[in-house]
């Protein structure tokens, strides 16, 4: 199929170009100009043209939970989301321990024809921190990392052992750094806000702790490590330090952490029960800051969508995690206006720099790049309620913000998967 995307304002971080112009799509690729008339023209005017946005953590919820949520509604949340790419943990049930599972959930989501999905591997067995699953064949059949997702790993030589095996295959861990012990039931940001309201706490050092730990057998194993969310200052000057030393690390932090704080859990809203836990003003300051120069990598949703049971209970019983496939670029737009970035390099922390951390050829639109493209208004603000979220999972802090940003086309390997 040809596309002709005529007149629109082409934001392509990867290259720089900031400009009004036109786009062709030609057999699932950017191309130069197609040979002949075009199948199709989008009008642009008006509207961003960017490359597909990718998100490096969306839990679908397949296999062993479509009660919360289904992987058919959740690529439709991803594609309406502007999103093209994402990387799915490997919590299900069971998880992704297994080289069949991959390939069965990978299979499942080609036939959707909707975002393309990148299955995150267990890096133990059921998830249990005990023994290494077969790395070597899950990325065979498909996996692009490995991680325990939040499942805790309190055996260090576990973790060193399994650094040494990736490290030897070259494969990337995706770890998120949290002490075991020191989080152990709790369920909010140790601070003021914490003890006032009576919630058992998670110090801002059970990240740095465990990070530090990370760091040392990233020296000492010279494995690639991606840190997940990333969400206290203290563990943002680690990582800067960590970088200046020219270890291999990178890391990215959730959409919900540079708008939200500990205050925003008000009177025990659920909504605001994530994982990690929203810290401190201050905290939340020093990640958005961290994006801006470049110490935090990407933004991702952290797409956790969870039933009306999981969230309508107590705030220390709730299951934790919000919905956010939806709302990465309008979420990502406000970040990027705060904190007085220019649109390309707001835009850069959703496309081209998780599409680097994934060794993927999306999050571009240089000719001969994938044709993955969103086409959204910018200006477009709408006001978020749970009708309009096509997320099986209504769960945000979000829910009655007017927000700006709309998608308009979602187009993934040349085809148009969504418009609105």
């Avoid at 642009?44 to 479509?66: N, Q, T």
Wanted: aromatic share 4%.
């Amino acid at each position: 199929m040809k596309l002709h995307i005529r007149g629109g304002r082409v934001v392509d971080p990867a290259s720089g170009r900031d400009a009004v112009g036109d786009l062709y799509l030609a057999d699932g690729r950017i191309a130069e100009a197609p040979a002949g008339r075009a199948d199709r023209v989008i009008e642009a005017k008006g509207l961003v043209v960017a490359p597909g946005f990718i998100d490096l953590s969306a839990r679908l919820r397949e296999p062993g939970y479509e009660y919360k949520a289904t992987l058919e509604s959740e690529m439709d949340a991803a594609v309406a989301g502007g999103v093209t790419s994402l990387a799915c943990p490997p919590d299900t049930d069971p998880p992704l321990d297994e080289p069949g599972l991959v390939d069965m959930l990978r299979r499942r989501a080609k036939a959707l024809t909707r975002a393309r999905l990148y299955p995150v591997g267990a890096l133990t067995v059921k998830l249990k921190g005990e023994a290494l699953t077969e790395m070597a064949e899950l990325a065979e059949s498909g996996c692009v990392a490995f991680s325990q997702a939040n499942a805790p790993l309190g055996d260090t030589q576990v973790l060193w052992r399994a650094l040494q095996y990736a490290a030897t295959f070259r494969l990337p861990v995706w770890l998120r750094a949290e002490d075991l012990w020191l989080a152990k039931g709790g369920v909010a940001h140790d601070g003021e806000i914490a003890t006032r309201l009576g919630l058992p706490g998670i110090p801002a050092f059970a990240e740095t702790i465990a990070l530090g730990t990370i760091l040392e057998l990233v020296r000492a194993t010279g494995a690639r490590v991606h840190v997940c969310r990333l969400s206290s200052a203290a563990g943002v000057e680690l990582m800067r330090r960590a970088k200046q030393a020219g270890l291999p690390v990178t890391c990215d932090v959730g959409i919900h952490h540079v708008h939200l704080c500990d205050l925003d859990i008000g009177y025990f809203d659920s909504h605001c029960r994530l994982e990690p836990p929203l810290r401190s003003a201050r905290d939340r300051d020093a990640l958005a800051r961290a994006l801006v120069d470049g110490t935090a990598d990407c933004l991702c949703s952290d797409h956790t969508p969870v039933d009306e049971d999981g969230k309508n209970l107590p705030f220390a019983e709730a299951e934790p995690g919000a919905t956010g496939l939806e709302l990465l670029l309008p979420l990502a737009l406000k970040w990027g206006e705060a904190s007085g970035l220019a649109l390309a390099a707001t835009l850069a922390r959703i496309t081209s720099e998780p599409a680097r951390i994934l060794c993927v050829a999306s999050g571009r639109l240089a000719v001969g790049a994938p044709a993955d493209v969103t086409v959204f208004d910018p200006g477009a603000a709408q006001r978020l309620t749970a009708a309009s979220l096509k997320s099986q999972g209504k769960n945000t802090p979000f829910l009655g913000y007017e927000l700006a940003g709309r998608v308009r086309y979602t187009i993934v390997a040349g085809n148009v998967v969504y418009e609105a």
